[in-house]
């Protein structure tokens, strides 16, 4: 299983961005995919996951600002990230689990005035 998430860069605070995600070697339509992040210094945290029927849950930090959403066709994942603070500065990597976890290599976001 490959994840490749693409989209990051440096967003001013209350900026948006659009992170993308493709995946191959499985059948991503049958698990649930996600995006978790991670700070300098700081442990890798969950963001947003999204199970085959479409049932999404957000992490309370960016609940009412990200959304998620998934292309079962195309094995594509997507986070719009709304209103970014820069507390939101991470490199946010993709997710899937089906009989296990892999995460992709990730992107940069970096929210700064």
């Known amino acids: 299983v490959q994840l490749q998430a693409c989209g990051g860069g440096l967003v001013q605070p209350g900026g948006s961005l659009r992170l993308s995600c493709v995946g191959s070697?499985?059948?991503?339509?049958?698990?649930?995919m996600g995006w978790y992040r991670q700070a300098p210094g700081k442990q890798r945290e969950l963001v947003a996951i999204?199970?085959?029927?479409?049932?999404?849950n957000y992490e309370h930090y960016v609940k009412g600002r990200f959304a998620i959403s998934r292309d079962n066709a195309k094995n594509m994942v997507y986070l719009q990230m709304n209103s970014l603070k820069p507390e939101d500065t991470a490199k946010y990597s993709c997710?899937?689990?089906?009989?296990?976890?892999?995460w992709g290599q990730g992107t940069q976001v970096t929210v700064s005035s």
């Open positions: 997710y899937y689990y089906g009989s296990r976890a892999f």
């Open positions: 999204m199970n085959s029927g479409g049932s999404a």
């Open positions: 070697g499985t059948i991503f339509s049958l698990g649930i």
